[in-house]
T-cell receptor, first 116, second 113 residues
Framework: GAGVSQTPSNKVTEKGKYVELRCDPI?????LYWYRQSLGQGPEFLIY????????DSGLPNDRFFAVRPEGSVSTLKIQRTERGDSAVYLC??????????????FGEGSRLTVL | AQSVAQPEDQVNVAEGNPLTVKCTYS??????LFWYVQYPNRGLQFLLK??????LVKGSYGFEAEFNKSQTSFHLKKPSALVSDSALYFC???????????FGTGTSLTVIP
């Protein structure tokens, strides 16, 4: 597609449930990032993929969060045993740039997660 | 530690007047600097970036930004504001040798007709 696509755009779930959020980056982009944006805050880094591997997962808040990118394209962010504090907009971004390049990020429109 | 500060949560400016949205940063080594704009319920859109060279960079929609190394600042500017410029603006920094982009908390710009 022309841009970064994220699904679902909205997800409402109950506390304790499992959630998957999907990101389809721009074709050919090797770098993929997940960010979390809470109301009134800037995007907070979660994880960065270069190709299939998670090059930096230092932003994942705890072991309930996990992300994969098995074929170096689509990525899925997985959240186990959701908590109300997980409610936020989850943003995916991709970039054509190799490691340490100067390219900007191209963002999707986000997946809004609400945990009741 | 790397970080970005946007000291103003809200900036109001009259249509046709110049606007400035402030950003200061902290990074180890030389920075890549970026500005993004976010409209309600939308993702972030890239406006411009500083990599190296000329301290004044020009970007989309008539925006420009000035890199000041001694003041570690990268303020966003536009000579004549439009009502359609009203949005949330984010500054971001990345170190030359890093992979993470660090974002500020955003500045809400309102252009008053």
């Amino acid at each position: 597609g022309a841009g970064v696509s994220q699904t679902p755009s909205n997800k409402v779930t109950e506390k304790g449930k499992y959630v998957e959020l999907r990101c389809d980056p721009i074709s050919g982009h090797t770098a993929l990032y997940w960010y979390r944006q809470s109301l009134g805050q800037g995007p907070e880094f979660l994880i960065y993929f270069q190709g299939t591997g998670a090059a930096d997962d230092s932003g994942l808040p705890n072991d309930r969060f996990f992300a994969v990118r098995p074929e170096g394209s689509v990525s899925t962010l997985k959240i186990q045993r959701t908590e109300r504090g997980d409610s936020a907009v989850y943003l995916c971004a991709s970039s054509p740039t190799p490691v340490h390049g100067s390219g900007e990020l191209f963002f999707g429109e986000g997946s809004r997660l609400t945990v009741l | 530690a790397q970080s970005v500060a946007q000291p103003e949560d809200q900036v109001n400016v009259a249509e046709g007047n110049p606007l400035t949205v402030k950003c200061t940063y902290s990074v180890s080594g030389n920075p890549y600097l970026f500005w993004y704009v976010q409209y309600p319920n939308r993702g972030l859109q890239f406006l411009l970036k500083y990599i190296t060279g000329d301290n004044l960079v020009k970007g989309s929609y008539g925006f420009e930004a000035e890199f000041n190394k001694s003041q570690t600042s990268f303020h966003l500017k536009k000579p004549s504001a439009l009502v359609s410029d009203s949005a949330l603006y984010f500054c971001a920094v990345r170190a030359f040798t890093g992979n993470q982009f660090y974002f500020g908390t955003g500045t809400s710009l309102t252009v008053i007709p």
